[in-house]
T-cell receptor, first 114, second 114 residues
Framework: AQSVTQPDIHITVSEGASLELRCNYS??????LFWYVQSPGQGLQLLLK??????LVQGIKGFEAEFKRSQSSFNLRKPSVHWSDAAEYFC????????????FGGGTRVLVKP | NAGVTQTPKFRILKIGQSMTLQCTQD?????MYWYRQDPGMGLKLIYY???????DKGEVPNGYNVSRSTTEDFPLRLELAAPSQTSVYFC?????????????FGPGTRLTVL
């Protein structure tokens, strides 16, 4: 069965500093990988996704993520954080079999200090 | 397009009461999903539907029922509410069931069972 681990429950970062959120997955083959962001009181919005090909994926809002097969990781990064990036971030893995069911990690809550 | 809409936004139930969480999408998506979100646990799939008249269980279906009579609507029914069902519920939809197809999320319903 597939699983996702986000080791950091909370991260506090200063505005303008860089941000990296960790995600490790378990899956028998090459998975589909996603990062979603949830702003307070809102639903989830897709930041970026990896299917195949280039292992460095660009997303919206200046985020990028790198797929590393050898480490079973898909870490999310942003070079310079804005106060509006304060939110909860979820990594998810999707099976390549039909059904499009996602398995989510527990989430990382990001706080941005002025 | 409104996307995925959910009603109500908030609800408090007493133990043993029943209620239906409504979900509607206007994107003509075939696949629809119900998730519950508990703190630190990410999102867990309750039920999903591959089209009108076809539903299937997800990871945590006990205590819930669904139906899909139209493409647009996918209501979630709680028959005998229990405190363990206190959670935030998200509905999502995707165009197809192909692995990796983006899921679009509603704003959520926060349910408390006392």
């Amino acid at each position: 069965a597939q699983s996702v681990t986000q080791p950091d429950i909370h991260i506090t970062v200063s505005e303008g500093a860089s941000l990296e959120l960790r995600c490790n997955y378990s899956y028998g083959a090459t998975p589909y990988l996603f990062w979603y962001v949830q702003s307070p009181g809102q639903g989830l919005q897709l930041l970026l996704k990896y299917f195949s090909g280039d292992t460095l994926v660009q997303g919206i809002k200046g985020f990028e993520a790198e797929f590393k097969r050898s480490q079973s990781s898909f870490n999310l990064r942003k070079p310079s954080v804005h106060w509006s990036d304060a939110a909860e971030y979820f990594c998810a893995v999707g099976a390549r079999a039909a059904g499009n069911k996602l398995t989510f990690g527990g989430g990382t809550r990001v706080l941005v200090k002025p | 397009n409104a996307g995925v809409t959910q009603t109500p936004k908030f609800r408090i139930l007493k133990i043993g009461q029943s209620m239906t969480l409504q979900c509607t999408q206007d994107m003509n998506h075939n696949y629809m999903y119900w998730y519950r979100q508990d703190p630190g646990m990410g999102l867990k799939l309750i039920y999903y539907s591959v089209g009108a008249g076809i539903t299937d269980k997800g990871e945590v279906p006990n205590g819930y029922n669904v139906s899909r009579s139209t493409t647009e609507d996918f209501p979630l029914r709680l028959e005998l509410a229990a405190p363990s069902q206190t959670s935030v519920y998200f509905c999502a939809s995707s165009r197809s069931g192909r692995g990796g197809d983006e899921q679009f999320f509603g704003p959520g319903t926060r349910l408390t069972v006392l």
